[in-house]
């Protein structure tokens, strides 16, 4: 029994997956890096017109 429990551990340990905590985007197969600075983003008023949109974002 312990023997068992000993192995099951063990396949648990080995059998494991990605746990999806993050996620990167890439371009071109390279993963895309951002500078550490901060930057402020502004919203195109063309791009997203008065109303349910733009009160979204």
Known sequence: ???TRILLGAA?????????AFSYS????EKLKWPSNSKQLRVNLTSFPAGYW????
């Open 26 to 29: 890439t371009c071109l197969g």
């Open 54 to 57: 733009l009160n979204g974002v």
């Open 1 to 3: 029994m312990k023997l």
């Open 12 to 20: 648990l340990a080995l059998v494991t997956t990605n746990a999806g």
